[in-house]
């Protein structure tokens, strides 16, 4: 851990500490929900590059679409649905990886 601590962040451990024990996101239950916020963020980047981004952030058309397909219908419609509804076709992870990637 140390030496990819340096490698990677540039910057040294802090002494007599490990981590790695108290990264506990994904061993103490939290593990699907970590998993979950990342698929909403896989979701959100697509429709933000496909809606918002082209159309424009603030438009007042891309907002109403948005209120009507992804927030109206809240709990109401399976989200996979909504995402189709408002996106015009099946939601795929392309922007995610091209906002995540250096």
Known sequence: YDVIMRDILGIPPVSD???PATF?????????KYYGYLWS???????????????GVLSPAVGMEYRRCI????GT???GVMLRNFLGREPNSDAFFRMTSP
């Not at 963020?41 to 159309?55: G, I, K």
């Open 17 to 19: 500490t490990c981590m």
């Open 24 to 32: 506990a996101h994904l061993t103490g239950g939290y593990d699907s």
């Open 41 to 55: 963020q896989v979701f959100a980047a697509d429709m933000f590059a496909t809606r918002f981004l082209p159309e």
């Open 71 to 74: 927030l109206e219908p809240g």
């Open 77 to 79: 419609l399976d989200a």
